[in-house]
């Protein structure tokens, strides 16, 4: 707990039986900074009424639809301070347009939006208003990454050369979209995802961590996106080669159909004085090796853990955390930067949310994807 009054905090989406609403809810609690006290979480009234009864929501702040709940909220003496964004793609847009035209902070879920145009039009209106946008690619949250970052900026590596990127996972080998999974079914329907699948889904992840981590610039890229599966709509694989401005060269590769791996996120990066390698799977150690001497193994909360990384750490070392830590990390960090903007201060440097930029450059990522891919894996500007 911080000691402060928890914010209100209300949610679009979300509701019975939805995975990642229950991540973000649980995440705006780790460390007391949020009450969640309002929420539109389903567009069936039926569910969300029931959604809001079983989070213990009270019914007039159960709303059926998220534009009467940002109209209400705004004219609330004790409305709500943030709201989060959890729905399917393509409801992110008019979700957040709502909340942001009307002064409430909004934290979405990735990708920003379903289409590139949406995402220009989602940007300026973060920009026209007043309010905060936080995009929660959680993977950034985590200690040992926030310490990457800042080795790479301290220049421990050199100049970055390369970085490979990699996130596959094994859940739509199968055809798991005509067998009523909810999950599947959005994810795999190009009016709910958008334009990319595997790439939109979790691709997203992927590249979003190596520009946090490195600060590189994208230049154009070459990509090669695959529906593996028979009578799938949108990607299921997808391989990248990638130029950065500088010079540097890099790889990523995404995939929902690779039996054996779960959520196996890793990131490389090299320079010529060394090397760093992170896996999603084991967050706590981040491997280190000098150019020329052993490699060497950084863990969170140990002896050679930094002071970015100590910053966002909870228990000691050799007590593990992981994802929804990481997420929560997300939610603290936006809590701290939502304070300084109701007290009329700038926001404290060492906060490293995601941004509305951030997500704008994540779709331009999925575009790109989609347009060299549909050109023979032609080489693409960024």
């Known amino acids: 707990m911080t000691g402060h009054?928890?914010?209100?905090l209300g949610m679009v989406g979300g509701g019975n039986d939805a995975f990642i609403g229950a991540v973000h809810r649980i995440a705006s609690r780790i460390d007391g900074e949020f009450n969640l006290v309002a929420g539109a979480l389903s567009s069936t009234s039926e569910k969300a009424q029931a959604s809001g009864q079983a989070l213990g929501l009270a019914a007039e702040r159960t709303y059926d639809d998220f534009k009467a709940m940002a109209i209400r909220e705004a004219r609330l003496k004790d409305g709500i301070d943030a709201v989060a964004i959890v729905t399917?793609?393509?409801?992110?847009?008019p979700a957040a347009r709502e909340f942001l035209k009307r002064g409430i902070h909004v934290l979405c879920d990735k990708p920003l939006t379903a289409t590139l145009a949406e995402a220009k039009k989602l940007v300026k209106a973060a920009e026209q208003s007043d309010a905060l946008f936080v995009l929660t690619h959680n993977y950034t949250g985590?200690?040992?990454?926030?310490?990457?970052r800042e080795m790479v900026a301290q220049g421990a590596l050199g100049d970055i050369r390369v970085v490979q990127a990699e996130y596959p996972q094994d859940w739509l080998t199968e055809a798991e979209?005509?067998?009523?999974?909810?999950?599947?079914?959005?994810?795999?329907?190009?009016?709910?995802?958008?334009?990319?699948?595997?790439v939109g889904d979790i691709g997203t992840h992927a590249f979003n961590l190596l520009s946090f981590v490195t600060?590189?610039?994208l230049e154009s890229l070459a990509s090669d996106l695959t529906s593996f599966v028979p009578g799938r709509r949108l990607d299921d694989n997808v391989h990248v080669m990638m130029r950065f401005q500088g010079g540097a060269r890099g790889m990523l590769w995404s995939s929902q159909v690779a039996p054996g791996n779960e959520n196996a996120l890793k990131l490389r990066v090299y320079g010529p004085k060394g090397g760093l390698e992170w896996s999603q799977e084991d967050p706590n150690y981040?491997?280190?090796?000098?150019?020329?001497?052993?490699?060497r193994l950084l863990t969170r909360g140990g002896t050679g853990a930094s002071a970015m990384a100590e910053r966002v750490t909870?228990?000691?070392?050799?007590?593990?955390?992981?994802?929804?830590?990481?997420?929560?990390?997300?939610?603290?960090?936006?809590?701290?930067?939502?304070?300084?903007?109701?007290?009329g201060e700038a926001l404290p440097?060492?906060?490293?949310?995601?941004t509305v930029q951030d997500g704008l450059t994540g779709v331009q990522f999925i575009d790109a994807c989609v347009r060299s891919s549909n050109r023979n894996g032609a080489w693409t500007s960024f």
Do not use: V
Not at 142 to 148: D, K, L, T, V
């Open 5 to 8: 009054t928890p914010l209100k």
């Open 88 to 93: 399917p793609n393509h409801m992110h847009y």
């Open 142 to 148: 985590y200690p040992m990454i926030r310490q990457a």
């Open 177 to 198: 979209e005509s067998q009523d999974n909810k999950q599947a079914e959005w994810r795999t329907d190009p009016e709910r995802s958008g334009a990319g699948g595997c």
């Open 215 to 217: 600060g590189l610039t």
């Open 286 to 295: 981040l491997w280190f090796t000098p150019f020329g001497k052993p490699k």
């Open 314 to 343: 909870r228990t000691p070392g050799g007590h593990p955390e992981g994802y929804l830590e990481a997420f929560a990390n997300i939610y603290t960090e936006a809590a701290a930067a939502i304070r300084a903007k109701k007290r």
């Open 349 to 354: 440097p060492d906060l490293h949310f995601p």
